[in-house]
């Protein structure tokens, strides 16, 4: 599924499979995004290995997590991720939404 308008956060499971999750942004700092993420239940216990950053289809930066992220079933759960961004990447997109700006 590509992924244009918005902020997309998208967790990878062992298998390469892709799930978008809604997040937001709730602290900035250089290079670093504090971003907190709903995962959705699913059907089946899920072991998340990393993620993806996008904003407005331009990807900003991935992750590897130290420790897989493991869904329980039938439960959806939060997470705190602080999110390496490229601010090099950031500065090339040329229409920041205002809420994106620092």
């Not at 308008?5 to 504090?34: K, N, Y």
């Not at 959705?40 to 990807?59: E, I, K, M, N, S």
């Not at 759960?77 to 500065?91: G, K, M």
Request: aromatic residues 8%; negative net charge; hydrophobic residues 40%.
């Amino acid at each position: 599924m590509r992924l244009k308008r918005g902020l997309w956060l998208t967790l990878l499971d062992e298998a390469g499979e892709e799930t978008p999750v809604a997040s937001d942004i709730v602290e900035r700092r250089p290079g670093v995004w504090r971003l907190e993420a709903m995962v959705p239940w699913q059907v089946y216990p899920v072991r998340f290995v990393a993620a993806r950053l996008r904003l407005d289809g331009h990807f900003l930066g991935r992750m590897n997590f130290p420790e897989p992220i493991v869904t329980e079933t039938h439960k959806p759960l939060e997470i705190t991720l602080e999110f390496p961004v490229d601010e090099q990447r950031l500065a090339q997109i040329e229409e920041i939404p205002e809420n994106l700006r620092r």
